[in-house]
């Protein structure tokens, strides 16, 4: 897990920001806010998380699929390259 430890800080901020979302979210449910409100904290939040998992997985893929000790060759590197697309259309 080089990749994790390496952008840790950087992971634990994205995090902190999700955290963030999910409290808006929860003082918005206590205040009483309109459902438009509410829907719309949770697409924020859910894009977020989607957008920490494109980024952890496309590591993996790069440092655990393709073997980050040695270098892939080029038909290698685009097929991650179209997952990873595939993925992050998925994702939004």
Do not use: W
């Not at 929860?26 to 309109?34: Q, W």
């Not at 829907?39 to 997985?57: C, D, K, P, S, V």
């Amino acid at each position: 897990m080089a990749h994790t430890l390496r952008d840790k800080e950087k992971l634990k901020l994205r995090v902190k920001r999700i955290r963030g979302q999910i409290d808006a979210m929860e003082r918005a449910l206590d205040e009483g806010k309109n459902c438009g409100d509410i829907l719309q904290l949770i697409t924020a939040a859910r894009g977020a998380m989607n957008g920490l998992m494109a980024e952890l997985l496309e590591d993996h893929v790069k440092f655990h699929v393709l073997d980050g000790s040695r270098k892939p060759n080029s038909e290698q590197l685009i097929a991650a390259d179209e997952l990873m697309e595939i993925v992050r259309s998925y994702l939004k």
